[in-house]
């Protein structure tokens, strides 16, 4: 692997407040942004993410399909609709936790590439790459695929609802990789019109849950009190609450995904901290609503019952207008789909700028001012994991590295809070909050670990194969020249084809 002869992350503390670095002080960064935006002819990724496109990014990337689908699982393990109430609530204080810290990490160390880029700077270049692996090969391809395959679904299921066959497999898959390619093109084209996008489709789920949200309240005002008679009744402990928290943990996912688009944020400083102040709060108020809807219309046991929890509560509450609810989760997971594009594919980049993939991946459309070739890149890779059966299989391996590489973010920031304390911190947040966040994360990975051993075992082999890859690829440096060349050559035949280049330095 090359190194792409850019200005990389500095990997020794002492020189994070060196020029060309992304970390300067407070009142030197409105000029910077302003320099930077005005000069379009300079080959870069733009600020083109204003406040509401990172609102909208983060609440349409956390508000997936697992709301419409499958709150049953929270309700299974906590055995009673007040105790599971309790979990969605405290777990979306925990994500706003989280969401804070790195509101922090974000606003001290402006680079792209989220947690990998934090735990580069904290940790140093062995743990970032062990972490860029394994979301190059799973976590981000099987998790992109699984919500496009749920999106084809949901589309397809209204046209084969009379056939006692059901869709056929093949077309929910080539309807996927379609939405997929879509996406991914939007995505190279335009960051406006990915951005667009995602509002769009953003405010259309949050309508849809609205809708829910309005007429389960309505129903509970109409006298429909008696499904939260004795609430707590039947309410289940110790491991099984540990098991209903890391559900509805995952419910929250994706708080970070902004993180991700740091360098392209206008104003950073300012609107990533007030993006993620807003949004995680507001969707734990729409999350904690929905589900006292839920359980407004449907009994426990009627949603138990369910696999599709808002499109049974469409039935029985809607009658014709049901099909509002497979539609919703259609247009949910589409959004989901290009706002894991648009954020995800930057993590790449950000590894190959710092010399951890190969240099092309690093790479700009010289008229787009797009990451051209690490959108594409994740696309393929995410084309091969649709007609993979049993996907879910693969990314349930790698529950225990999500949580274990935002605990490690967040522990770097603690880190950097003893090692540099001189570090310019617009946001400075009392120290107990990423300590109580790190021990969670340690909890939530111990208990991952205990409820399935053996998956756990399998990721943590599969992630163990990045060392190798990193001594052949990044600390192995006298590689022989014909590989050298080959590598050169693949290089400048994509720089031809795609028209892309280097990104160019910030002088």
């Known amino acids: 692997m090359e190194h792409t002869g850019q200005t990389p992350l500095k990997k020794d503390l002492r020189d994070l407040d060196e020029p060309g670095v992304m970390i300067v002080l407070p009142d030197k960064r409105k000029k910077l942004d302003s320099r930077r935006d005005s000069d379009d002819s300079t080959v870069k990724l733009r600020r083109e993410i204003g406040l509401f496109n990172g609102i909208s990014i983060i609440v349409g990337c956390i508000i997936g399909s697992g709301i419409f689908l499958s709150p049953k699982s929270v309700l299974e393990y906590t055995g009673s609709v007040g105790m599971s109430l309790t979990v969605w609530t405290v777990s979306g204080v925990f994500s706003t936790i989280g969401a804070l810290c790195y509101a922090e990490l974000g606003t001290t160390i402006q680079a792209s590439g989220g947690e990998y880029s934090y735990i580069l700077h904290a940790f140093g270049s062995v743990p970032a790459f062990i972490l860029l692996w394994v979301t190059l090969i799973i976590i981000n391809p099987t998790g992109q695929a699984i919500i496009a395959l749920v999106f084809a679904q949901y589309v397809l299921e209204p046209f084969f ?176 789909v290009n706002g894991g594009c648009l954020s995800l594919s930057r993590l790449f980049f950000v590894g190959a700028r710092e010399g951890q993939l190969p240099a092309v991946m690093a790479m700009i459309q010289v008229k787009r001012k797009t990451p051209l070739p690490s959108l594409i890149f994740t696309c393929i890779l995410t084309i091969l994991y649709v007609f993979v059966k049993r996907i879910e299989t693969l990314l349930n391996y790698f529950s225990f590295m999500t949580w274990l590489a935002i605990g490690a973010a967040v522990a770097g920031q ?94």
């Open 161 to 336: 609802a009379e056939s006692a066959c059901g869709v056929p497999d093949i077309l929910i898959r080539l309807l996927a990789v379609s939405s997929i390619v879509l996406l991914t093109f939007v995505n190279c084209w335009s960051v406006p019109w990915a951005t667009k996008v995602q509002d769009v489709f953003t405010v259309a789920k949050v309508l849809a849950l609205i809708v829910i949200i309005a007429s389960g309240l309505i129903w509970i005002f109409m006298g429909h009190t008696e499904n939260f008679e004795n609430a707590f009744e039947g309410s289940a402990s110790g491991e099984s609450i540990a098991l209903a928290f890391y559900g509805g943990l995952f419910a929250y996912a994706a708080w970070n995904y902004l993180n991700y688009l740091t360098e392209e944020i206008k104003n950073p400083q300012k609107n990533l901290p007030w993006a993620i102040a807003i949004s995680v709060p507001l969707v734990t108020l729409i999350y904690v609503l929905a589900n006292v809807a839920y359980f407004a219309v449907l009994t426990p046991e009627e949603l138990m019952a369910s696999n599709a929890v808002a499109v049974t509560y469409g039935e029985k509450l809607f009658g014709p207008m049901a099909w509002i609810m497979p539609v919703s989760v259609a247009l949910s997971t589409f959004g989901g």
């Open 414 to 507: 603690i880190y950097l809070r003893w090692r540099r304390p001189d570090l310019p911190r617009p946001i400075k947040l009392p120290i107990i909050l990423p300590i109580i966040f790190v021990l969670a994360c340690l909890f939530l990975v111990i208990m991952g670990t205990v409820a399935a051993p053996m998956d756990t075992l399998i990721g943590l082999a599969i992630t163990l194969t990045g060392f190798p890859v990193y001594f052949i690829g990044i600390y192995w440096e006298s590689k022989p020249k014909w590989l050298l060349n080959a590598i050169k050559k693949c290089t400048i035949f994509c720089q031809k084809t795609f028209l892309i280049v280097s990104q160019e330095k910030e002088e």
